[in-house]
């Protein structure tokens, strides 16, 4: 009621749309859908920095002397 | 100054040596990648170094199985998920936790969707949160959901590689996402709280 029904929707594209998932007239029908609901525009820049997080999260170099220890594995096997 | 008559058979062992090298180092290369996925599956960095580790050893292995030309971050991930699920089973995979199927995505929805304003309320608090928060909040996650969420968000796969390296189907890794995130949110949210 009350127009949910197309952000219900736009709930599901919206998942495909910030994980680059949907096809081109999926990301237009989403796109259209942003432009005129704040509601789901608001969710948008909401999942995109919670993704954003995520991804930073896990920003951390090779611990040191890993990479000499996985390089040392390949004459273990021969 | 090589041989002429040089048997095919030690041209085709030449030839492989010469594969074998040329995976080994391709698959070093993606050594960060690889171990950036391991670090957020796991809850040490202790836990990540042996993943990696034993999944390079498993790799080296078997570098045969893996087909040139094709993803090898996907393959290499794919050992080391798989290696990730045996241990959670050996140790702490909780016996009370059944895996969302693609069903469970419609009614997930709904529910969001009823719950809107509280949504936007529990997001107002997320956004003052730290990156350290969500470290912690992905930890808390259980393997299942873990699982899809770092490899679509920190492995950047797509839906499709993801199940492909889950070996579960598409939906699945959809409404895991879905679940996985918003258990995130929720974990994010009490946290600030």
Redesign the interface.
């Known amino acids: 009621m009350s127009g949910h029904g197309d952000c219900e929707k736009c709930e599901q594209l919206l998942q495909g749309y910030l994980d680059r998932q949907l096809t081109d007239a999926e990301v237009r029908e989403a796109e259209r859908h942003l432009d005129g609901c704040a509601y789901c525009r608001r969710r948008y820049r909401f999942e995109e920095t919670l993704r954003r997080y995520v991804r930073l999260s896990a920003e951390e170099r090779l611990p040191p002397g890993l990479m000499e220890r996985l390089a040392a594995l390949r004459s273990l096997e021969t | 100054m090589s041989e002429p008559q040089a048997p095919t058979e030690a041209r085709q062992i030449a030839q492989e040596a010469r594969n074998r090298v040329r995976f ?1 180092e391709e698959a ?1 290369e993606l ?2 990648q690889v ?3 391991a ?2 599956l796991v809850a040490t ?1 202790e836990e990540a ?1 042996d993943l ?2 034993e999944t ?2 498993r790799a ?2 078997s570098w045969r199985s893996y087909t040139p030309g094709t993803n090898l971050r996907a393959w290499l991930l794919r050992i080391l998920t798989n290696l990730n699920i045996d241990r959670g089973r050996r140790s702490q995979r909780a016996p009370g936790t059944t895996p969302l199927e693609e069903g469970d ?1 419609y009614l997930a ?2 529910v ?2 009823v719950q ?1 304003e509280e ?2 309320e529990q ?1 107002r608090v ?2 003052r ?1 730290s ?2 928060s ?2 912690e909040a ?1 930890s808390s996650l259980s393997h299942d959901f873990r699982d899809v ?2 490899l ?3 492995g950047d796969f ?2 499709a590689d993801a199940a492909q390296i889950l070996d579960i189907p598409i939906g699945t890794v ?1 409404s895991r ?2 679940r996985g ?1 918003r258990q ?2 929720a974990k994010l949210a009490e946290e600030a709280a």
Request: hydrophobic residues 45%.
């Open positions: 080994e070093l050594a960060d171990y950036r996925v670090r957020r960095r170094e990696v580790q390079y050893a080296f292995r995505y929805n709904k969001a969707a809107g949504a936007l997001e997320v956004e949160l990156q350290d969500v470290v992905l969420v770092v679509v968000d920190i797509s839906y959809m996402l879905h995130r995130l949110k």
